[in-house]
């Protein structure tokens, strides 16, 4: 995301600045090095909440394959490698890693969550009585899923903050580990209530089997796991720790790991969004 410093709006020669570099649409036919100078600073962040937060205006994504060098003469922009000519995009980034906060692609990441879980209310439908996410990143579609079906919303699962990532854990044993540290039910909420459980992906699999076990622990009468992005069946090589298809849940789903479980979450009610 690129960024103009600015008090109160770009002004005239800044708006003029910007207009010199090259469209987001312009990305695979600009070959040559712009040049733009002008007063403030600029800033680049992986996302604009990052610019709010200093007081930076959004101004447009940074291209694929662009290089930006920003120096005291101004900032200068140029292709570095070829854009491919249909975008890539990685869905963690909109359906967990990003912040609700941000703008993705023209639209809040907040506002797409949400019309995820809107979506998949038509989808997968269910008879319940209370609809809860799993923080963070399930709460948005949770309550999509819950305005669009009329089951009640509710918080059902309470966060430690202090706790990272668990699917990107090493090892299977630190990975459950850091599920229970992480969540904990809030059984007055849930305690003989049929519950329609929205999460944002599953990888492994591993916080679902334990949150399902808390669940039905805590006394939820229904299980019904609802998963608002479609199902992980290749492994990620750019940094995240799923570098075989044996290591994902939705490749192995009617294995025996998964069968050991199919009665506490009961398949039938196990369902993902469709692309």
């Known amino acids: 995301m690129l960024g103009k410093l600015v008090d109160e709006g770009l002004d005239q020669a800044d708006a003029a600045s910007v207009s010199q570099l090259p469209s987001q649409d312009g990305a695979a036919t600009v070959d040559a090095t712009t040049h733009v100078t002008g007063a403030g600073g600029w800033v680049v962040a992986s996302e604009t909440c990052a610019l709010d937060i200093v007081g930076a205006e959004y101004v447009r994504d940074v291209r694929p394959g662009e290089i930006l060098r920003i120096s005291a003469e101004g900032l200068v922009s140029e292709q570095g490698v070829p854009a491919a000519e249909e975008p890539a995009n990685c869905i963690f980034e909109q359906v967990y890693f990003a912040r609700p906060d ?153 294995s025996t790991r998964f069968a050991s479980i199919s009665a506490p979450i009961r398949w039938p009610s196990f369902r993902s969004r469709a692309c």
């Open 102 to 254: 941000s703008i993705m692609n023209g639209k809040s990441v907040y506002a797409c969550r949400y019309d995820m879980g809107r979506q998949l209310a038509h989808e997968e439908p269910v008879e319940a009585d209370l609809v809860i996410g799993v923080p963070d990143s399930g709460l948005p579609p949770a309550e999509g899923y819950s305005h669009e079906s009329g089951i009640p919303f509710g918080e059902g699962l309470i966060k430690n903050r202090y706790v990272g990532r668990t699917f990107i854990e090493p090892t299977q044993e630190l990975r459950a580990m850091g599920v229970r540290m992480k969540l904990n039910p809030l059984r007055d909420n849930i305690e003989g209530k049929r519950l329609v459980v929205i999460d944002d992906s599953i990888v492994r699999g591993t916080t679902m089997v334990q949150l399902v076990k808390m669940l039905r622990n805590a006394g939820a009468k229904e299980i019904h796991i609802r998963i608002n992005s479609p199902e992980v069946i290749w492994p990620c090589f750019y940094g995240i720790d799923t570098t075989c298809s044996r290591s994902l849940s939705a490749p192995i789903r009617r």
